[in-house]
């Protein structure tokens, strides 16, 4: 998936400001430390942003630490993204990173440049950052939300080779050109896992129907894509506007196909309706846990009956259903993770993910990881990486890293290699893209099941 955040801030800046962008996607691309350096010299650029999600910070820690000491001393390195914005002051603790940017970084993040451009020396004034000045870090007062998240650009698509970029294998819904869209800003809910409201702190932003539309007609038009992942945390949080999106799409007669996430407690038989109307290939739910206890520890405000009746509902309108698990949160046990397991086998799902549990940075799991002992200083970041070789972050005393590997392994391969799911999924490969799709997904289910404790 495309970068969105750094598709903002590009499309942002260049609307404010006459500046030159490169846009460097490491992973999609395929670059090492060589060649990433390669990329900055040809460039030569005055500021490298680098956006840091917390499983990512030792490369970024090299990366500000390669520009720096074997390009130029010159270049301002400015961390940004969500592991910043729960950590800035360790971030900016780092020797080579010049700036943080904290929460949203549209109006900062230009700001900070428009201010670097002028040569200016004191950045007091600018709302959301960390800086070091005289040996002191100076934190500047939280910048507040933007309230009308319309006045933002469309997310620059130009900087990328869209080529490199294809959906996951459990959100694959077409043979189409794919790509994100983002349609509202935060998340109305308070899991204890989750970093949403330490990035917007439970205010919710929503675009207008017609703003979205128009992104959408532009994705078509100038890129010929016609598959989204409508990305918001929470696409149907709002049914009255997520209909009225829907029937544009209709009206319009916008040839598209999606997937969108949910939840159990905000959906209902006349949303799922028009949404497959409109296009809806697949919904997506976090069902979390089978147990009743571990969903209230999570603050997960649902049941799993809830749960069962929303992935029966829209199995019966025929969209496609995806959903995650979590094993290893505050209180799991394996008797608790059998639960689940055996919750998961007993829905109609077309795809399901069964991720280990990672105490984020930010989040409220985080500081019960920390209490407890599971997080320390010598904690690598790596460690929060999901679906790698990377070993278990615990958050509770009851299951082992090894017994959380090993359970799951064992649900990926209990849920996938059912002859009766087998044979649905068959049953669904109607062109050489979904065979494609299937075959992806088996590869990645086979790396997960070879997966190490250690």
């Known amino acids: ?28 691309q395929g670059l090492n430390y060589q060649l990433i350096k390669q990329s ?34 010159s270049i301002i390195v400015v961390a940004g993204g969500i592991h910043p914005t ?38 007091s004034a600018i709302r959301g950052i960390c800086y070091k000045q005289n040996g002191l870090t100076i934190t500047t007062p939280t910048r507040p939300l933007i309230a009308d998240i319309d006045t933002l650009p469309f997310p620059d698509r130009s900087l990328f080779d869209l080529s490199l ?18 349609t509202s800003r935060g998340c109305a809910f308070n899991c204890i896992h989750c970093i949403s409201q330490k990035c917007w702190g439970g205010v919710m932003r929503f675009r207008s129907k017609a703003n979205v539309i128009s992104e959408i ?41 999606w997937v969108a996430f949910s939840r159990v407690n905000t959906i209902s038989e ?11 290939k697949k919904i997506s739910f976090g069902l979390e846990s089978g147990s009743q206890r571990i969903l209230d520890l ?9 749960g069962a009746a929303a992935v029966k509902l829209v199995a019966q309108n025929k969209i496609l259903v995806h959903a ?24 109609p799902l077309d795809n399901a993910t069964f991720f280990i549990t990672s105490p984020f940075p930010g989040t409220d799991l985080f500081t019960v990881a920390q209490n407890e002992g599971f997080v320390t200083p010598q904690t690598k970041w790596q460690e929060f990486a999901p679906l790698t070789n990377t070993s278990p972050v615990l958050v509770q005393k009851n299951v082992s890293k090894e017994r959380l590997v090993y359970w799951q392994k064992k649900a990926f391969r209990e849920f996938y290699l059912r002859p009766k799911y087998i044979m649905h999924k068959l049953k669904q490969l109607n062109s050489l893209e979904t065979f494609k799709t299937f075959i992806s997904g088996f590869k990645i289910l086979l790396r997960i099941m070879i997966k190490k404790a250690s």
């Not at 549209?106 to 440049?113: A, D, G, K, M, N």
């Not at 294998?169 to 790509?179: A, Y």
């Not at 995650?324 to 829905?347: H, P, R, W, Y």
Request: glycine share 4%.
């Open 324 to 347: 995650s698990f979590m094993f290893g949160n505050v209180g799991e046990t394996e008797t608790t993770i059998k639960q689940t397991l055996k919750f998961a086998k007993s829905l």
């Open 40 to 73: 900055i010299e040809s460039f030569e650029p005055n500021v490298v942003g680098i956006t840091c999600p917390t499983p990512t910070m030792e490369h970024v820690f090299n990366l500000a630490k390669m520009i720096k000491t074997e390009i130029s001393r």
């Open 270 to 280: 006349a949303l799922v309706k028009m949404m497959k109307r409109a296009g809806c």
């Open 165 to 182: 970029y294809r959906s996951a294998p459990t959100k694959k819904v077409s043979d189409d050109p794919s790509g994100p869209i983002l």
């Open 298 to 306: 999570m603050r997960k405000n649902a049941t799993p009956q809830m």
């Open 86 to 123: 729960a950590l800035p002051q360790e971030t900016i603790a780092y020797p080579f990173i010049d700036f943080v940017v904290r929460g949203e970084g549209e109006e900062t993040f230009y700001e900070l440049i428009k201010a670097l451009s002028e040569n200016k020396a004191d950045f």
């Open 217 to 257: 007609e532009q994705c078509l038009e100038n890129y010929n894509i016609r598959e989204f992942n409508f990305f918001d945390d929470t696409f149907t949080l709002n049914q009255k506007r997520a209909m009225e999106i829907c029937q544009a799409i209709i009206d319009k007669k916008l040839n598209i196909s």
């Open 1 to 28: 998936m495309i970068p969105l955040g750094l598709a903002y801030l590009a499309s942002y800046l260049k609307n404010k400001i006459a500046c030159q962008i490169r846009l460097v996607d490491s992973e999609a």
